[in-house]
Each structure stands twice: as C-alpha cells, then as structure tokens.
C-alpha cells in the first residue's frame, strides 16, 4: 500500500508540472528561436482546420514570451482559461468559402490601441478585408492574432498614427496598399510566412526605418513583391538570429522589452 501511494504521489506531482510548463505561469520574455515576436505571452492556437499555430501572442500579435496558451475560437485558453482581450464593436463578414470571419470595418470603435480577436461567433478569424481600418488616423497600435492569414487590399492605408506593426507568422499575403501613406510607420515585423507583398503595399510608408525579416536573405528574396513599394525597399532590412551575430545586419528580441533590436556588442 505505501508502495502504490508513494507512486500516486509521483504521477500527481509529474502531471502538475506538465501543467505548468504548458502555461508557464512566469510568463517572462525571452527569445523563441525563429518564433520571436513584440509583445506578451505567446500563445499556441488551434487553427480552423484543427491543428495548432503556435505563437500567437497577447501584445501586438507578440511572439516573444515562453507563456504557452492554446486559444480556441473563443478566445479563450483551453489550458488555463486565459482570455485573450480583443476589441469589441469591430466588424466581421462571414466568408462563406472557408467558414471563418473576415474583419470588414472598425465599425464604430474610436480606441487608439485595437485587437482583433481569433475568433468570432463559434468561427476563426482569419483576414483582414478590404480597406478594414482605411483612414483611421488615430490608430497607433493593432494587434493581430496568428489566425489571420492575409492582409487585404488597402487594409490599413492612411492610418497616419501607426509607428510600428507586427505580422505574424501566420499571415502568407499583404495585399495591395495594404499599408500604403502610413506614414509615420518606422518599423515592421515581417515573418518567412509571407510569400506575397502585392503592389504599393507599402507606398507612401515615408517615415519606414528598419524592416525586421524573420527568416535569411535567401527567403526574402523568394518572396514575390509587385511594384511601387520603393519606401520598403529602401529601408534598412535586418534578418532574424536567436545567436549572437554582430555583422549589423542581424537582430533578436530584446529580453527585457519584447522589442525587435540589432545585435549590437554596446547592447547585449
């Protein structure tokens, strides 16, 4: 009998740290390998086709904590009931080919600081339509889920108060003029996902600094970018290292902020 409860006693404690490694109840910032993003706890969510995207994260589409959650269409984690907090009053087309939702406007919604949800009315999200959020000059920070898959047409064109964007990994297409005359955007985060950039994406972009690519050169240069899009190309374009890598050309998360940042021996 002492036997069998000292091996009860040793499963129970084994099970409660599975748990806890599954929703690092730290939830600290640190660099993720190639899944590194801005923001908070990153999040593993079950996709449409019921699979798991990982690094979805809680803080402009962040990427960069060891917090692991597994959201559900419910925006809630099916781990430990962690919420992820979106913004209420947008928009949604249902797009009847996939049977998820499309974001379609802002609606009504005046907050500066915006968060799509993964999910909305039992289905994923997983676009961001036509001129969603265009002319919404007071933006200044979006979040977006890894759910989301493309950016659409002129999608965030003119928000004159984005400075910096986040995409993540899950997004394949940024469409036409999906950022076009945000102009005081001076940073992206792109991730080896996108396999499109289509025309003008990025035109107008005047204030666009430092373009932080989450892959190698050799996967920027497969990605097919359209024309008009002369303010990307011409910003300063650094790839992705968890290992140190002071060629200048190379940057990490910060552990301390979550913020993309070149390695830099001054630094680090």
Known sequence: MKKFMFVLMFASV???????TAC?????????GGNGGEGGGSTDVTDPSGS????VGKEDGGET???VHAYTVDN???VCGDKWEYTEGLVFTLDTQTDTYVVSGIGDVLDDDISIPC???GRYVTAIGESAFENCEWLKTVMIPNTITSIGDWAFD???GLTNITIPDSVTSIRYGAFADCIRLTSIIIPNSVVTIGRSAFSGCSGLESVYYKGTPDEWDEIEIDSDNIEL???KRYYYSAEENYDGLHWHYDPETGEPVVWTKEND
């Open 119 to 121: 999910g909305y009315q």
């Open 52 to 55: 798991q995207t990982p690094d």
């Open 24 to 32: 690092n109840i730290n939830g600290g910032k640190g660099d993720n």
């Open 158 to 160: 003119n928000c004159d």
């Open 233 to 235: 190309a011409s910003a």
């Open 76 to 78: 809630v984690c099916s």
């Open 14 to 20: 084994f099970c409660l740290a599975l748990g806890l």
């Open 65 to 67: 904590s060891d917090h």
